[in-house]
């Protein structure tokens, strides 16, 4: 018969292998779950405020050009998911993160100049106001009640499949 303090042991056991013990795969496996419902909330949202039913030609609208990564902020596979806009470039500061963060957050002067180089305002010329539709977004609480279902999902998937390896 099993004592008291080996089948407690057993069960902390195991949740921290399910918990604290994941493989990076795994973590990843679950975040991404949650990337893509917070991606599909972002682009409506995007497309709800600040979309203009006009042929942009070969540039995507920027509710177009939302990505998905499944790694961290610095390029590193540590079981985080990243949702948003490509960086700059050397190429170009003009990409459609630069525009997200101005429309996120607006900007102090207005965002377009002279040919001769002239940056203040004129008339007919104004800063663009700040609109946070990012962090509107993130703070949706149906937004997080729907990345929370979508990672317990997979998180159940995950938990389903090491049952069956472990045979338990």
């Known amino acids: 018969m099993v004592s ?3 089948a ?29 419902i917070f991606e599909q909330a972002l682009k409506q949202e995007v497309l709800s405020r600040h979309y203009r039913h ?11 050009s939302i990505v998905i990564k499944n ?4 390029d590193v596979k540590d079981g985080q998911s990243v949702v948003g806009w490509e960086r700059s470039t050397e190429k170009g500061t003009h990409t ?11 900007s102090r002067f207005p965002q377009f100049t002279t040919r001769s180089g002239r940056k ?3 008339p007919g010329e104004v ?4 609109d946070h539709f990012i962090e509107e977004t993130r703070n949706n609480p149906v937004v997080k009640q729907g990345i929370l279902k979508a990672e317990a999902e997979a998180m159940r998937k995950i938990i389903n499949r090491k049952k069956k390896e ?3």
């Open 4 to 6: 008291f303090y080996d």
């Open 8 to 36: 407690m042991q057993l069960i902390v056991d195991r949740a921290e292998e399910l918990s604290t013990k994941m493989t990076v795969e795994d973590k990843a496996e679950v975040t991404k779950a949650g990337a893509k």
């Open 54 to 64: 006009r042929d942009t030609g070969e540039d995507p609208h920027l509710a177009d």
């Open 71 to 74: 790694r961290n902020i610095d």
């Open 96 to 106: 459609k993160g630069y525009i997200a963060n101005i429309i996120n957050n607006g």
């Open 120 to 122: 203040y305002k004129n």
């Open 127 to 130: 800063a663009v106001h700040a």
């Open 166 to 168: 472990n045979n338990l």
